[in-house]
């Protein structure tokens, strides 16, 4: 059974820094593309990150561009996005997903990120 | 950026009845090399994470209802609930993947 497990949500001023995690399982996660898509409690969903097989393709949605950084880690089946210089409108649960040809087919159950004063 | 806009923003229908569910794209995603539309639906219940019922535009993911169906090509895709079910309340978006993914606003189906 696929299974997508996220951390590192929490509590951050603006302008500070956080890191998740996303701990994969079930399925060979070498092979896939993987993915940050976020939302805000109560609204819709929006693509925030993907990174490729072997990490070394890694695009961004422009509101994100130059502050998060994805990466992964395919000896411990692990994604991470690295958010930095926080803003108040980040606040959102972040969700990893399993991606193929761009389609995202199993999702985690999401960390909350809360940017505020 | 393709923009995916759903229609309507909300809707209630009677236990049993259709729902349908309208979603359009600014530009067309249909890939012409393998004739596939890049359009998907999710299902997102209060509290849970989006869950994926079609891709490709009308190919139901395993283990979804076959109530549920999907159809359209291009730039004008519907979901369609043929008989809606207690269960099936929840906010329904459509996503294309053709480029960076971008999701309709979501579509809030109740019951009358």
């Known amino acids: 059974e696929v299974e997508l497990v996220e951390s590192g949500g929490g509590l951050v001023q603006p302008g500070g820094s956080l890191r998740l995690s996303c701990v994969a399982s079930g399925f060979t996660f070498s092979n896939y593309w993987m993915y940050w898509v976020r939302q805000v409690p109560g609204k819709g969903l929006m693509y925030v990150s993907r990174?490729?097989?072997?990490?070394?393709?890694?695009e961004y949605a422009d509101s994100v561009k130059g502050r998060f950084t994805i990466s992964r880690d395919n000896a411990k089946n692990t994604l991470y996005l690295q958010l930095s210089s926080l803003r108040v409108e980040d606040t959102a649960v972040y969700y990893c997903t399993r991606g193929g040809n761009g389609l995202t087919d199993y999702w985690g159950q999401g960390t909350l990120v809360t940017v505020s004063s | 950026d393709i923009v995916m806009t759903q229609s309507p923003d909300s809707l209630a229908v009677s236990l049993g009845e259709r729902a349908t569910i309208n979603c359009k794209s600014s530009?067309?995603?249909?890939?012409?090399?393998?004739?596939?539309?890049?359009l998907a639906w999710y299902q997102q219940k209060s509290g849970q994470s989006p869950k994926l019922l079609i891709y490709?535009?009308?190919t139901r993911q395993s283990g979804v209802p076959d109530r549920f169906s999907g159809g359209g090509s291009g730039t004008d895709f519907t979901l369609t609930i043929s008989s809606l079910q207690a269960e099936d309340v929840a906010v329904y978006y459509c996503q294309q993947y053709f480029n960076s993914p971008t999701f309709g606003q979501g579509t809030k189906v109740e019951i009358k």
């Open positions: 490709s535009a009308s």
């Open positions: 530009q067309s995603v249909l890939y012409s090399s393998n004739n596939q539309n890049y």
């Open positions: 990174i490729n097989l072997n990490g070394k393709i890694a």
